[in-house]
């Protein structure tokens, strides 16, 4: 029996008009007084013969005007009809096969025991069956966008044979998609879907549907068939135990060298079993730690694994589970960058000739290593003064903090880099100038500083007893937890005689926020999160005419804490990232950069990248991360060679064993009349297609001549 379908579907939204013709010819019927003459009684006989047969001419003539609107609807609608076939001589196949590790599950009760090496046996009983000199196309979520070319049946056959795990997500839309873009499509005879089925998209069915309503093209090409390869019942594969790392990342906002850290990874348990393991940390191939856990069945577990890293550096590191059903989601990558040191930017714009004891020596000696070696926990604090009278300001992206120390007359351009430096995670702390310039110092960074100044002038007390001291401050905040003890040291002690009357820019969503203040609710120290960075402002002076705070042991470690809170490596390392998630790396034009390339994992060979330009300046990108791993960047300048590594892991979705999708997209593709075979059988029976609308037009040319004649007839 032929099938039907239509590519322009939405043409059948006019069906309704049909109608028009029954509904004009039931207006048109009036009911007739009718009078009785005796001299036409008999006429009467003769007139009820003609007027039966003009009721038969006037039926005749609804269905042959209601024939014509339905042939024009179906004729825009684009009527196609499929009829069984013989397989023609050198027809075309596409075969979409999925070899994504959701088919590395064991398969219950069968030989062989992957799904994969089902689908794939299915598969080559296809090319076999198939007759006439036939053509095959493969498509695979390994290369969607990459196609094996036209194949003989034994070239086909071969290929198959060839096809092995891929840890890209399968997608039946994003394959139909790339096999649209073959300039043959629409010349194809079938194509065939072999695929578990297990869902790892709960939408695609909806995916599936949109891209079929909005591509024209797809019905116009062959229909499918849908080969079911997967487990008839998902609890007999969910009898198979398998452990995932869904994720992973370090406990501490950042790694210091010497100092004890622990790797939080979540592990699920996809099995209904109850199941024990053990997950390793592990360091170019030598096993770090382990930590012994166990997962009750659907479970996501929480996982700590303690280590420490006696040197900074970058780590590339992996955890790795004990092998289960299905080893391809057994490990995750990251890095890790434990520091040694935190470098500090200090620019001011001071002449050195007119005093001595200005606010950026104080900070600098605080922060000196030759004075105070450490910060807390091991970090040893390297700071570097710039006067922008003598030199312009470095590149801000090698510093972990800047601070802006009484600039005077900022150039524009400095706070461009600043904002630039906080959108990019960088860390800033202000420190206001002298009274005559903090106009100037306002409006060149109103931007990016937490406290307004633009109306605000020093206060100075009078006398010793009249002097501000630190006061409402927030001690849960990192800045002065290590205050709230008052027993070595009250930070609210030291004595302030000068400074800066002002109001915080503070509203709900502003990201602003007063850690700490002055007597009279004014705000001492406040900090606003602007991009991934953080930029903080005091209102006090420091130098010794200003306040005795300078003096105070607190002083040391007040200027740590706020340089170790807006540092901007807390992170420990770059961000891992997903397969297929692009990678890309940020550049300044300062850096002369001469050339940027990449390692793939598992790869000796360099391969270059293009250095493109975007809204946020230089960058270089690479797309096609298919494999996990460790992805490493080479920046290269004039006079040295940099690297940085960024991991990339498996897609957790394909692990899931929660649902299959195939009577979902059986659904859909038989919905719009693409589906060949419904019910899920591997059938090789070729159909013709052929599109009806040329002979539409030439029925509807019929019709209106035939609807003409019908008239004529009416009239005599």
Do not use: W
């Amino acid at each position: 029996m032929p099938s039907f379908s239509f590519i322009n579907t939405s043409y059948l939204l006019l069906m309704p008009l049909v109608l028009l013709p029954v509904i004009i010819h039931l207006i048109s019927q009036k009911k007739r007084k009718i009078i009785d003459y005796p001299s036409l009684k008999f006429i009467r006989a003769a007139y009820m013969k003609k007027s039966r047969r003009m009721r038969i001419n006037e039926i005749l003539l609804l269905i042959i005007r209601t024939l014509i609107v339905a042939f024009i609807i179906f004729a825009f609608a684009r009527l196609l009809m499929f009829t069984p076939d013989a397989a023609p001589a050198g027809g075309k196949y596409v075969l979409i096969i999925d070899n994504s590790y959701s088919t590395a599950y064991p398969a219950p009760g069968t030989q062989p025991d992957k799904y994969l090496d089902i689908i794939k046996s299915k598969a080559l009983e296809t090319v076999s069956a198939v007759k006439n000199d036939p053509k095959f196309i493969i498509y695979t979520p390994a290369s969607p966008l990459k196609d094996s070319g036209l194949l003989g049946a034994a070239e086909a056959a071969e290929y198959i044979k060839k096809i092995n795990y891929t840890y890209r997500i399968f997608s039946i839309t994003d394959m139909i998609s790339s096999a649209e873009k073959n300039e043959a499509y629409r010349d194809m005879t079938g194509v065939y879907i072999f695929s578990d089925f297990i869902s790892s998209d709960r939408g695609e069915d909806a995916k599936l549907a949109a891209h079929i309503e909005t591509d024209a093209l797809l019905k116009q090409g062959p229909r499918f068939e849908l080969v079911d390869c997967g487990p008839k019942n998902l609890m007999e594969t969910r009898n198979n135990k398998n452990l995932s790392i869904v994720q992973a990342r370090a406990s501490e906002d950042r790694i210091i060298a010497g100092k004890p850290f622990q790797v939080s990874c979540k592990i699920k348990n996809h099995s209904i079993l109850q199941t024990s393991s053990e997950v390793s940390l592990i360091c170019d191939g030598v096993k770090l730690a382990s930590a012994e856990f166990g997962a009750a069945a659907g479970e996501i577990c929480d996982v700590n694994i303690a280590h420490t890293f006696m040197n900074s550096g970058n780590y590339s590191l992996k955890l790795s589970l004990a092998e289960d059903a299905v080893a391809f989601d057994n490990v995750y990558n990251l890095v890790l960058a434990p520091l040694s040191s935190l470098y500090v930017l200090i620019i001011c714009d001071h002449e050195q000739s007119l005093r001595e004891d200005y606010i950026y020596k104080y900070v600098s000696s605080a922060l000196n290593p030759l004075s105070s070696i450490s910060l807390k926990d091991g970090l040893i604090i390297q700071p570097m003064v710039v006067n922008l009278n003598n030199d312009p300001p470095l590149d801000f992206k090698n510093f972990d903090a800047v601070i802006i120390s009484g600039v005077k007359n900022p150039p524009a351009a400095l706070a461009q880099k600043l904002e630039k430096y906080l959108n990019d995670g960088g860390g800033v702390l202000f420190l206001p100038p002298e009274a005559a310039y903090i106009k100037n110092f306002s409006a060149a960074f109103s931007r990016l500083l937490p406290l307004d100044l633009s109306l605000s002038s020093p206060v100075s007390s009078p006398d010793e007893k009249s002097a501000f001291n630190l006061a409402s401050i927030n001690y849960d905040h990192p800045i002065f937890a290590i205050f709230k003890n008052k027993n070595s040291g009250d930070i609210e002690r030291p004595k302030f005689y000068k400074i800066i009357a002002c109001e915080s820019k503070g509203k709900p969503d502003s990201g602003v926020s007063v850690i700490a203040g002055f007597e009279r609710s004014i705000p001492a120290l406040a900090e606003k999160k602007t991009g991934r960075g953080t930029a903080v402002i005091f209102s006090g002076y420091l130098d010794r005419t200003s306040s005795n705070i300078s003096d105070s042991p607190l002083f040391v470690p007040f200027m740590h804490q706020i340089v170790y809170h807006i540092d901007k490596n807390r992170g420990g390392g770059s961000r891992a990232h997903t397969i297929g998630e692009t990678i890309r790396e940020t550049y300044n034009v300062n850096d002369r950069i001469s050339g940027i390339s990449c390692m793939l994992p598992d790869s000796s060979v360099e391969r270059r990248l293009d250095i493109k330009t975007g809204p946020e300046g230089l960058y270089s990108e690479i797309s096609d991360t298919f494999s996990p791993g460790f992805y490493t960047l080479f920046k290269k300048s004039d006079d040295k060679i940099t690297q940085k590594k960024y991991a990339v892991n498996f897609d957790a979705r394909e692990s899931e064993l929660e649902s299959r999708d195939y009577e979902a997209i059986s659904s859909v593709l038989n919905r719009h009349s693409l589906l060949k075979t419904a019910q899920g059988q591997n059938s090789v029976n070729s159909e013709k297609k052929t599109e009806v609308t040329p002979y539409l037009f030439m029925a509807i040319l019929i019709l209106m001549s035939l609807e003409s004649l019908v008239t004529y007839f009416m009239k005599l």
